[in-house]
């Protein structure tokens, strides 16, 4: 069985640009969540679909921050304009709904 | 307003050497409690889920234990191996799947 997909594994951009990171979850799979993981600190969730609808996105910076599940499968989130703050590791999970989460090898992205 | 504290931060022990990791939280009614490991540079792979109504799972050399009247999850290693070594993170669900994360252990198992 396929695992959780993510692209690209690093980025590195200039604040006030733009970013884009994709996940393409475990098949059958309606859930899928995006969590920020800050250097030293435990992921914090940004956003959760379940399908192609947001059930919690409490966290998500919306000023700056947005994400998509197209279909119900893929999803992306982007961020537009960065700040240096967004330096974290971006991970990409999902499930059957509310059981075990399986998780992506994450975005490193570094905003300089 | 659930909260999820690891201890210890660190943690460095001889190869051999049976170790408990220890997560607390504050809110009991959780759904699930989940250990995962986390190797440096890398994503999480899933150790052990605890649903609410169990008390333990095991796989191999691991158990993990929950007692949601205190508000711990224990994570008991047996025989560690320098394999081991990795950041262990605990994270606590509601009935929604969140999960909201420790800030890990590091576990350092020398030869």
């Known amino acids: 069985e396929a695992g959780v997909a993510q692209s690209p594994r690093y980025k590195i951009i200039e604040k006030r640009q733009s970013v884009a990171f994709w996940c393409n979850p475990i098949s059958g799979h309606a859930t899928l969540y995006w969590y920020q993981q800050i250097l030293g600190q435990g992921p914090k969730l940004l956003i959760q679909f379940q399908n192609n609808g947001v059930v919690d996105d409490s966290q998500l910076p919306k000023d700056r921050f947005s994400a998509e599940r197209l279909k119900g499968v893929d999803s992306t989130l982007k961020i537009q304009p960065a700040k240096l703050e967004d330096s974290a590791v971006y991970l990409c999970a999902s499930s059957f709904w509310a059981y075990e989460q399986y998780f992506g090898p994450g975005t490193r992205l570094t905003v300089t | 307003k659930q909260e999820v504290t690891q201890i210890p931060a660190a943690l460095s022990v001889p190869e051999g050497e049976n170790l408990v990791l220890n997560c607390s939280f504050t809110?009991?009614?959780?759904?699930?409690l989940q250990w995962f490991r986390q190797d440096p540079g890398k994503g999480l792979t899933s150790l052990l889920l605890i649903q609410s109504s169990q008390r333990e799972q095991t796989s191999g050399r691991l158990n993990a234990s929950l007692d949601k009247s205190s508000g711990r999850s224990t994570l008991y290693i047996a025989a560690s191996q320098p394999g081991d070594s990795a950041t262990y993170l605990c994270?606590?669900?509601?009935?929604?799947?969140?999960?909201?994360f420790g800030q890990g252990t590091t576990l350092q198992v020398k030869p």
């Open positions: 994270a606590a669900s509601g009935n929604t799947g969140k999960l909201i």
């Open positions: 809110d009991s009614a959780i759904y699930n």
